[in-house]
């Protein structure tokens, strides 16, 4: 248990890291005085190294161990994060903000470092509670404006950036790679599930879920000020329940992953129609109606999230960091793309509910992807 908390704890410091970029937007775009193109473009960067980043720190997890890499995942979060602090032109910010990404990237990290101390029967709620890490862009949408407020601009970086430090001492000084010699891979054997359709189905389904909440996580303090013109603490703290509930709720979907019949499969059959309702509940510009659908919606996918990482280990029991670096990768350019897509629809349309249409017509393709699935994989039921 101690491995896993620390492992939790190193990405929730690593996410609120990478949270503080948008947590911190309308101080910056105060601060810089940027378009709303900008703006947008500043949210999304960070996400594209915290996708594909996923790819190679998962690769070399499997190779070298969880402990090391995760070390130098953290230490080299934490140099952009201060800088950031220092930025007086766009170019920094995105500069900077793109690096900070990493954060985000740290998940492929912990994902097989965590899992590999619990037997396959518990590896759903084991990865469900490393999840939970989440929170941390939970902590930087709270926390941000007011440190702010209190103590300075720089300080809404600054203070996450002490924090990481604080966690990568203490994972420095307890945390051991599972126990176990596992032979290092070839890059050939590292590639090798890449080849495999079910890979790629998880992607998918990554892509929506975890793509959601990302993209939802850093997209809500601009919602909320340009939709319903909420100050930033307002706004912020509004973002921080939805993220509370998407990361509670993923241990829950790792959980019922492991309980019922029909494993991690059967928990997105009801969070992919689930989801699909929300969104035309988001798309509504109400207050109560888009209330409404942020926090069905946080509840959905946070469920899916965790089911879907309950299956990575099922089938691929030998390369849980390769893939979880794939299939994370997926999700984080869920997290990437609907931002910038969203920006573009609202300047062509004057509209945001357009992005919520195209969120719940995606929700409708994955059920009737898992739907079909069903009937031709055997190997997504526990029996």
């Known amino acids: 248990m101690l491995q896993l908390t620390l492992a939790t704890g190193a990405f929730a410091v690593c996410f609120a890291v990478f949270g503080s970029v948008s947590a911190m937007m309308g101080s910056i775009d105060q601060r810089l005085g940027l378009t709303d193109l900008q703006v947008w473009v500043a949210i999304a960067l960070p996400v594209l190294l915290g996708s594909l980043g996923r790819i190679p ?8 161990g969880g402990r090391i890499v995760f070390i130098w995942t953290m230490a080299l979060a934490i140099v952009p994060t201060v800088l950031l602090g220092f930025v007086t032109q766009y170019w920094q910010l ?6 900070v990404g990493i954060g985000l990237a740290s998940f492929a990290v912990g994902a097989p470092f965590a899992s590999r101390w619990y037997p396959p029967v518990k590896q759903g709620s084991a990865l469900g509670i490393y999840g939970a890490g989440n929170i941390g862009q939970s902590l930087a949408s709270f926390g941000a404006p007011f440190i702010v407020a209190s103590a300075g601009y720089a300080w809404g970086f600054w203070v996450f950036a002490i924090v990481a430090g604080a966690w990568l001492g203490l994972f420095i000084a307890l945390a051991r790679n599972p126990p176990g010699v596992v032979r290092p891979k070839t890059l050939s054997e590292s590639l090798a599930p890449m080849r495999e359709r079910v890979a790629w189905i998880l992607c998918a389904y990554y892509f929506l879920t975890f793509g959601g909440f990302v993209a939802m996580a850093i997209s809500l303090p601009k919602f909320l000020t340009a939709m ?14 939805f993220v509370l509930l998407a990361t509670a709720m993923r241990p829950v979907g790792g ?12 928990v997105l059959l009801w969070v ?9 509940f988001m798309a509504c510009p109400t207050m109560v109606t888009f209330t409404i659908g942020a926090l069905g919606m946080a509840a959905s996918i946070g469920l899916g999230n965790g089911a879907v990482f309950k299956l990575v280990p099922q089938f691929f029991p030998s390369a849980i960091g390769a893939v979880t670096g794939l299939v994370g990768a997926a999700g984080g350019l869920g997290g990437f793309f609907p931002p910038l897509l969203v920006g573009a629809l609202r300047e062509a349309t004057g509209s945001y ?11 409708i393709g994955c059920f009737c992807l898992t739907w079909r699935t069903a009937a031709t994989e055997r190997k997504w039921t526990n029996e």
């Not at 995105?94 to 690096?99: A, K, P």
């Not at 319903?228 to 329940?241: I, K, P």
């Not at 959980?255 to 059967?266: E, N, Q, T, V």
């Not at 509910?353 to 929700?363: D, E, M, Q, R």
């Open 272 to 280: 992919f129609p689930l989801t699909a309702m929300f969104a035309i």
């Open 57 to 64: 720190l998962g690769m070399m997890t499997d190779r070298w």
């Open 255 to 266: 959980i019922l992953g492991d309980k019922l019949r029909g494993g991690g499969r059967a």
């Open 94 to 99: 995105l500069v900077c903000g793109f690096f």
């Open 353 to 363: 509910s357009w992005g919520f249409v195209l969120l719940s017509f995606a929700s």
């Open 228 to 241: 319903f013109q909420l100050s930033a603490q307002d706004a912020g703290l509004r973002t921080a329940g």
